[in-house]
């Protein structure tokens, strides 16, 4: 393409940027040019990783000192020798192993649930037509407004008259789908999702679950993906109402950390530990499927 062909071209505009040899490129070309950080984006990206990734650092030497050492001022800051003697003794004491595994059902059970339950609302909110859509809607937003602490004494008088005191579906079951999860799905649907494609699978005779499963759930992937991650990590995290139906006989992880915290004396090296302990799951969470996150909310960029 010589120069005279690319500056006849009537889409390119008079103060389009230039190529090596003065010519004025194209649209196209120019959006697929990578664009080139400056030394301050490095610079702010280190800083910001390094402030994400010091109480990480912190906890991990807290934890491989002895309890004389983190109290003292100034406090150490490389690690010490006794990372495995606090980490064996914290999930000794804290009967980490039973708790690892009811966190992993009641995050993942919430997590799953809450993904399917949002993802069927949010279609039904952004691409379904009925009588009372909004106001419906604007009942569900309003929820997130009240406090959840309002709701402690009747949900604990609720659970106790179905029998699941101490139990895990006491846990599980009032949180099974989210208002913030509902509005999330709604949201990204309504954008990313066109009314042609569902048109065309009424017109293909597909009825409203056909077309969930077939249409709605391949585009809603990259929402999903987010939403069960931050619903996991938040369920994982969740201490108030577990510690209060749940006892040491049959904790979570944030309920079972809270035996290191007992007696007169409290070992901060090893509660430390435990903290660290509770943390490496969701860590590795997000080395295995962070990668995989990160790209479908790309791919849904992309083609949004």
Same mark, same amino acid.
């Given at each position: 393409?010589?120069?005279?062909t690319l500056q006849a071209r009537p889409d ?111 279609f039904a909110f952004a691409k379904l037509r ?14 997130? +407004?009240?406090?959840?602490? $309002?709701?402690?004494? =009747? &949900?604990?008088? @609720?659970?106790?008259?179905? /029998? ?42 597909a009825h409203s679950l056909r077309i969930f ?58 509660? +430390?530990?435990?903290?660290? $302990?509770?943390?490496? =799951? &969701?860590?590795? @969470?997000?080395?295995?499927? /962070? ?14």
């Open positions: 393409m010589t120069t005279d390119v505009p008079h103060d389009a940027p230039k190529g090596r040899r003065g010519l004025r490129l194209p649209a196209a070309i120019r959006a697929g040019r990578q664009h080139h950080a400056g030394p301050a984006t490095y610079v702010l990206l280190t800083v910001a990783a390094v402030l994400s990734l010091f109480p990480l650092y912190w906890t991990m030497v807290a934890a491989s000192s002895d309890n004389t050492r983190v109290t003292q001022t100034p406090p150490p800051f490389l690690p010490g020798p006794h990372l495995f003697e606090n980490l064996g003794k914290a999930w000794q004491d804290a009967a980490l192993g039973k708790a690892m595994v009811n966190s992993l059902v009641v995050a993942g059970t919430i997590a799953v649930s809450t993904v399917l339950f949002a993802t069927l609302a949010g009925f009588k009372g859509r909004n106001i419906l809607l604007m009942l569900v937003i309003g929820t997130m +407004m009240v406090p959840p602490q $309002l709701a402690v004494v =009747p &949900l604990f008088m @609720m659970m106790t008259e179905l /029998g699941w005191g101490q139990k895990l579906p006491a846990v599980i079951f009032p949180t099974l789908v989210s208002a913030v999860g509902v509005f999330f799905m709604r949201q990204y649907l309504a954008d990313a999702l066109p009314d042609e494609l569902v048109e065309a699978g009424r017109v293909d005779g499963w077939s249409i709605v759930l391949p585009v809603a992937r990259p929402a999903m993906a987010v939403l069960f991650m931050i619903t996991f990590v938040h369920a994982w995290n969740d201490f108030f109402w577990p510690f209060i139906v749940l006892d040491m006989t049959n904790p979570t992880v944030p309920v079972a950390l809270t035996q290191l915290s007992a007696g007169y004396v409290r070992d901060q090296s090893l509660i +430390m530990a435990g903290a660290l $302990l509770g943390t490496l =799951p &969701l860590l590795a @969470m997000f080395i295995v499927f /962070g990668r995989q996150i990160v790209g479908g909310i790309m791919q849904g960029a992309v083609k949004g």
